[in-house]
């Protein structure tokens, strides 16, 4: 039996039980068995010291790509899954755009066997809404949650049919799960490779306009109000699609949304040079569109923070940038990110932000953990808000390399990650 352990004398921040103050967390047989003030110390238990850190429901992440099967030179769903951790993450949802699609009982529940294998961060599969991502058959819906499917998404590609989703979206709700949507009208974005402005102007390349998003979140805004579905709006990139969802939850729709930490700190500015590494699907948008992002995110019109942890071999990232694939990876360096451009800027406090990490995601997708709750499971991300560290693409555990944010200073760093009570990722220079 695993030995007990307890988070000495961090401070404990759980916005699910409104918690903020120093305390200890007891573990106990993979379940938080105590949080707070005045815990003993069972005897044999593994005592790690957390003074100085905060110790929060551990981090989930409902978009990340770990490319198995199909693609496991770039990435494995262990690759992944150990990247997860180094971050602070301790659950992930794995998106369905492999080779071949995870669009069946038996490819979900592969990815869910590799995960449970991996022994890093948990690993949630998506099952893809249509049959091998065409868009045209829906995909066995039923058989995949059986299978441990937690959501649906074409993510990658858009849902061009309206009638299509709007059956996903009533097969779904018999379930009780999400249809994640890649909002893209592909009439007006495809061979775009950047967003649509003066910057794409000036380089010469072919701009996506805000509209090809922006057109398709009202659709599936009115498709959840006319079926009762929750649909689910990833990665949004621009001021419109804030505003379309503050619509729609205003009159009581059911959608909920995400954004990218990439999208609340980068602008289309670092595109400058035909740098590749800040290549992605949505774009990089404008600075007001960034602003605009941040204050969805402080009034909770914007429910998640997720990384879409896309990895991609070096040759894919070095050739010419209408031609290169879009993505970046994320996992690692999401936290120091969210830290530096939320939390410090004073966007975000501290509370709000671990709920947009850890709490919602765990309640908008239905999935255990998101509280340090007693009898909850012991997932838990102990990190340092303050702690400052140049990024280093090298050091990576995931075999991704793609990242905008190389060699820049963040604030704000995983420390120790809890999984199921057992100690998977521990930083150097922290002692138990």
Not at 16 to 23: E, L, R
Not at 116 to 133: C, D, H, L, T, W
Not at 288 to 317: C, M, R, S
Not at 353 to 374: E, H, N, Q, W, Y
Request: net charge negative; aromatic share 4%; hydrophobic share 40%.
């Amino acid at each position: 039996m695993a030995r007990d352990i307890v988070l000495r004398g961090g401070t404990i921040v759980d916005p699910s039980q409104g918690m903020h103050g120093v305390g200890d967390v007891l573990l106990r047989d993979g379940n938080v068995a105590e949080c707070g003030s005045g815990i003993g110390t069972p005897d044999d238990a593994d005592v790690i010291d957390c003074t100085g850190l905060i110790v929060a429901p551990g981090f989930i992440d409902v978009h990340v790509h770990l490319r198995e099967p199909g693609r496991e030179d770039v990435e494995t769903v262990a690759s992944g899954a150990h990247a997860a951790v180094a971050g602070g993450f301790t659950a992930v949802c794995a998106m369905p755009n492999t080779k071949p699609v995870t669009d069946n009982q038996a490819s979900v529940g592969f990815v869910k066997r590799q995960g449970e294998a991996a022994g890093f961060a948990r690993v949630y599969p998506y099952g893809a809404i249509s049959v091998a991502q065409k868009g045209e058959t829906l995909a066995e819906i039923g058989e995949m949650v059986s299978a441990g499917a937690v959501a649906f998404s074409d993510d990658g590609k858009p849902v061009e049919s309206a009638h299509l989703m709007r059956t996903a979206l009533e097969y779904a709700r018999a379930f009780g799960v999400p249809v994640a949507e890649h909002c893209e009208d592909m009439s007006l974005a495809r061979g775009g490779s950047m967003n649509e402005g003066l910057m794409s102007a000036r380089l010469g390349l072919k701009g996506i306009p805000a509209e090809a998003e922006e057109i398709y979140v009202i659709r599936d805004i009115l498709l959840a109000r006319r079926t009762g579905g929750h649909i689910h709006l990833c990665h949004l990139s621009t001021k419109g699609s804030v505003e379309l969802v503050r619509w729609g939850k205003e009159r009581g729709i059911n959608v909920t949304s995400e954004v990218c930490s990439h999208h609340i700190s980068l602008t289309e500015d670092a595109v400058d040079g035909y740098n590749t590494n800040a290549k992605m699907n949505p774009p990089l948008r404008t600075k007001e569109d960034v602003e605009a992002l941040q204050q969805g995110l402080a009034d909770g019109t914007i429910d998640l923070l997720v990384t879409d942890h896309a990895p991609h071999h070096y040759d894919e990232k070095e050739r010419e940038f209408a031609d290169a694939p879009n993505g970046i990876v994320g996992l690692e360096t999401a936290l120091g990110v969210n830290c530096t451009y939320l939390l410090h800027r004073g966007v975000m406090t501290l509370s709000s932000m671990i709920d947009a990490m850890s709490c919602k995601p765990a309640r908008v997708f239905g999935l255990p953990g998101g509280t340090l709750r007693r009898g909850a499971i012991a997932d838990v991300s102990v990190f340092d808000p303050a702690r400052e560290w140049s990024v280093d693409a090298s050091t990576f555990k995931s075999k991704g390399r793609n990242t905008p944010y190389g060699g820049h200073t963040l604030t704000g760093q995983a420390r120790i990650t809890v999984v199921g009570g057992r100690v998977v990722y521990r930083a150097d220079g922290v002692q138990a």
